[in-house]
């Protein structure tokens, strides 16, 4: 036999689920559609080992009453445009609701910084560099990737504990350094010593004297002490 006071207990606890299970649901549904969004997001992104990425799915508007999605989401970048660092995310579930949210893509990648403070004329070893994750979007100028590439070469200006190596401040070729000389015509390849004439990174053309011929050469730095003429 249902007494009254079991009466009381069932009505009560249905009473309760009407009021609360409409907020529930809402703030439920958005944390699926945040987690489906990121979900998405990390599809779009080739893994790379020298970078991180994170992922900021901005918060969902909580006056926007969103019923859970009887069928599956459909996520896409607003305006089919590829991943940026700012993004617009449509989110469709399909005859109940539609929104867009907004997601901001860091990216940090590995690169070459100082252990500690180096002044000009330092050189570079294993012993002053190690490598450090850096937001790419605070990056102002060329960075070096490699510490095994950056070995033996000098600093031209001050480089602050844990900054990075930017081209700019060290040169991978110095001033007055001996130089190996790299001549390529086709099949042939001579090799001799230089002296450079003046600083360069990687890439860079300078000019380097030949020891042997006391000719004024010019060249591409490829490595720390290296130009190659072509």
Not at 45 to 51: A, C
Not at 125 to 139: A, C, G, Q, V, Y
Not at 194 to 206: F, K, N, R, V
Request: hydrophobic share 40%; glycine share 6%.
């Amino acid at each position: 036999m249902i007494t009254a006071k079991l009466i009381r207990i069932v009505a009560y606890s249905a009473l309760l689920y009407v009021l609360l299970a409409p907020t529930y649901s809402s703030a439920t549904t958005q944390n699926i559609v945040k987690n489906k969004i990121h979900e998405y997001i990390k599809t779009q992104i080739e893994p790379k080992p020298n970078k991180k990425i994170k992922i900021i799915v901005n918060s969902i508007d909580k006056r926007k009453n969103i019923d859970q999605c009887v069928t599956p989401l459909q996520i896409s970048l607003a305006g089919k445009k590829a991943l940026r660092r700012n993004n617009t995310v449509s989110v469709i579930c399909q005859d109940q609701w539609k929104l867009y949210v907004s997601v901001r893509v860091k990216t940090y990648m590995s690169i070459v910084t100082a252990t500690n403070n180096l002044s000009p004329g330092t050189r570079l070893s294993s012993d002053n560099l190690e490598m450090s994750f850096f937001d790419t979007s605070t990056l102002r100028g060329e960075t070096s990737l490699s510490i095994a590439a950056v070995i033996g070469s000098r600093v031209k200006r001050h480089i602050q504990q844990g900054r990075p190596l930017l081209s700019n401040l060290i040169c991978l070729v110095c001033k007055g350094d001996p130089v190996a000389l790299h001549v390529r015509n086709g099949q042939l390849n001579i090799k001799a010593t230089g002296t450079a004439l003046s600083d360069g990174t990687m890439g860079q053309i300078i000019a380097a004297k030949n020891n042997s011929s006391g000719r004024r050469v010019e060249g591409r730095v490829v490595a720390v002490g290296q130009i190659e003429i072509n």
